[in-house]
Nanobody, 124 residues
Framework: QVQLVESGGGLVQAGGSLSLSCATSGRTFSYAMGWFRQAPGKEREFVAGISWGNSGTLYADSVKGRFAISKDNAKNTLYLQMSSLKPEDTAVYFC??????????????????WGQGTQVTVSS
């Protein structure tokens, strides 16, 4: 069982930046990992993902060019650097991990382990 703990959420003004972290109890080298978010009254949506060997990344169109996902396998930590934040980025952000050696993907069933989430609020 892999445990994931997000941190770094908070309140930021539109146009600002924020960095999220996700500490894992497993070896991140062997897991594809991703970030999802869920705004009030909306379904959880894919934000970004990174392959188990860090060779590939995926982004939702809404965050491409503004967000950057990375994974430090020495620290077993996943990151999401967010810049040029917009009020519509307000949501609870969740990190997720696949089964070992799993494929990178945009859908929920790609990922087997989930964190509890961290709130990001962008004020206008």
């Amino acid at each position: 069982q892999v445990q994931l703990v997000e941190s770094g959420g908070g309140l930021v003004q539109a146009g600002g930046s924020l960095s999220l972290s996700c500490a894992t109890s497993g070896r991140t080298f062997s897991y594809a990992m991703g970030w999802f978010r869920q705004a009030p009254g909306k379904e959880r949506e894919f934000v970004a993902g990174i392959s188990w060997g860090n060779s590939g990344t995926l982004y939702a169109d809404s965050v491409k060019g503004r967000f950057a996902i990375s994974k430090d396998n020495a620290k077993n930590t996943l990151y999401l650097q967010m810049s040029s934040l917009k009020p519509e980025d307000t949501a609870v952000y969740f990190c997720a991990a696949s089964r070992p050696w799993g494929e990178l993907g945009r859908t929920f069933d790609t990922y087997d382990y989930w964190g509890q989430g961290t709130q990001v609020t962008v004020s206008s």
